[in-house]
């Protein structure tokens, strides 16, 4: 079996529509594909009824955290979407989105840099806007080569000089949130230092201690040597460990597929969460 369990599509900063990332994850050979955008469920309905046959969907979502001022993202699988203290916070993170955009555009616009908010809304359409959509606009107007090009303290990092923070989970009530709401939680790319800060090892421990579920090592923001690190981690902790490409369509390089998670931790995965189960495609 071939388990992709991180892809974002148009409901947040994927270029796939939902519909066109679960044809694409089958086309790739992949035979379980997980639709995780960020805080939000809204592209589930339109990728379970286009899900081809012989690919199974892992519905789930990529919740922004903050922990000690670092940002960091979990994974939430097979959670029940309705359940309402998590839908609340999902709701809360999303609606700070856009005055967290126009912000970040305002400064921008103050460095001297002749991107537009219109643009901006164009580019994310339906979608969860945030920093991706704001660094396409980047690139498009040639101010960066790449969207990982913006992500630096001269642009849109954290703490960078056109960044500004929104709304985030504290990771500890997330994983609360998570388990109360049936599902597993999976710390995203843990140690992906390109990104920027990250926070310690002794932190993810911690979140262990409070029900953290696995850690994600197989990742194109890991170095093999940062795998290998995580996995000694992981088996200390007594976590699962996943594999991931956190495929973004034509915004990343990333493929579907690129790192792929183990058949006996997916079905682990699938053992412990109660809020939902997965969905067999019937040919969409």
Aim: glycine residues 10%; charged residues 25%.
């Amino acid at each position: 079996m071939r388990i992709d369990l991180h892809t974002h599509s148009t409901a947040s900063d994927g270029t796939d529509t939902p519909a066109e990332l679960v044809r694409n994850a089958a086309a790739q050979g992949l035979d379980v594909v997980a639709l995780t955008d960020h805080d939000t469920v809204g592209g589930y309905a339109e990728a379970t009824k286009a899900l081809p046959s012989g690919l199974t969907l892992i519905t789930g979502a990529e919740l922004s955290c903050r922990l000690n001022g670092i940002s960091l993202h979990m994974l939430a699988y097979l959670f029940d979407p309705a359940e309402p203290e998590l839908a609340r916070e999902r709701e809360l993170v999303r609606d700070d989105r856009v005055p967290r955009a126009r912000a970040m555009v305002a400064k921008l616009r103050e460095l001297d840099v002749p991107i537009t908010w219109e643009r901006v809304a164009e580019i994310a359409g339906d979608g969860a806007v945030g920093r991706p959509h704001i660094a396409t606009a980047l690139v498009e107007l040639g101010v960066v080569e790449s969207v990982s090009d913006a992500f630096t303290q001269d642009w849109l990092a954290d703490g960078g000089r056109a960044h500004v923070e929104k709304h985030e989970l504290d990771p500890f009530e997330a994983i609360r949130l998570i388990k109360g709401a049936g599902g597993v939680a999976v710390f995203a790319h843990p140690l992906a230092v390109k990104r920027g800060q990250c926070v310690p090892e002794s932190a993810i421990g911690e979140l262990a201690a409070a029900g953290l579920d696995g850690i994600e090592v197989d990742h194109m923001d890991h170095a093999e040597d940062t795998r290998a690190r995580l996995r000694g981690l992981a088996a200390e902790l007594g976590v699962l460990t996943t594999g991931s490409s956190d495929y973004h369509g034509s915004r990343k390089t990333c493929r579907l597929g690129e790192y792929t998670t183990d058949p006996e931790v997916y079905g682990e995965i699938v053992r412990r969460a109660t809020g939902a189960f997965p969905v067999p495609g019937t040919g969409g």
